[in-house]
């Protein structure tokens, strides 16, 4: 009798590559500008996941520095963040003057040393009539002058043509204790 053939295994299959995975989705968006005339920095910042729209102002101030978004004069009718020593203001510029106050700020905190004002305001994205979104390219317009709220004076310098473009951001890890 003849030996029986040894079972044999089935080859194993080849198995599949691991696809790649997917990136996760962009929480946050910033971008920094800022004006050589005014000499002021305006850092914005965008958390996607809340909607919440987060901006930095320095400069060396003085009375007041300001900066308007999406528009490239005042006659645009930006939306605009006034800084005193008091506080920061929120306004819909108009042609000639600062226009009318929106009051949309949820928050606000400012600093001054001297003339150094350091800034910071949130509010939510879209409430104030623009949008800050990813890679779009926005106008910035900046000023500085005498005044405080509510009597801001004419601006003694300024800058038009200015722009940020909001791109991914990944926060710095913070040290370890």
Do not use: W
């Amino acid at each position: 009798p003849s030996p029986s053939p040894s079972p044999t295994s089935p080859s194993p299959s080849p198995s599949p590559s691991p696809s790649p995975s997917p990136s996760p989705p962009v929480t946050e968006l910033a971008d920094t500008v800022t004006s050589n005339t005014t000499e002021i920095t305006v850092m914005v910042h965008l958390d996607t996941t809340t909607n919440i729209v987060t901006v930095k102002m320095e400069g060396q101030c003085g009375g007041y520095c300001a900066v308007g978004f999406g528009a490239s004069t005042m006659d645009g009718g930006p939306y605009a963040l006034i800084m005193d020593a008091s506080g920061i203001y929120d306004h819909r510029l108009s042609s000639a003057n600062i226009g009318s106050s929106l009051n949309m700020l949820m928050s606000t905190n400012v600093i001054v040393n001297n003339d150094d004002y350091s800034g910071e305001a949130t509010f939510m994205n879209v409430a104030t009539g623009i949008t800050f979104a990813q890679g779009e390219l926005m106008d910035v317009i900046f000023a500085r002058g005498a005044g405080i709220s509510p009597n801001f004076g004419y601006h003694s310098q300024r800058e038009n043509l200015l722009s940020l473009q909001l791109t991914p951001f990944s926060p710095s890890p913070s040290p370890s204790p």
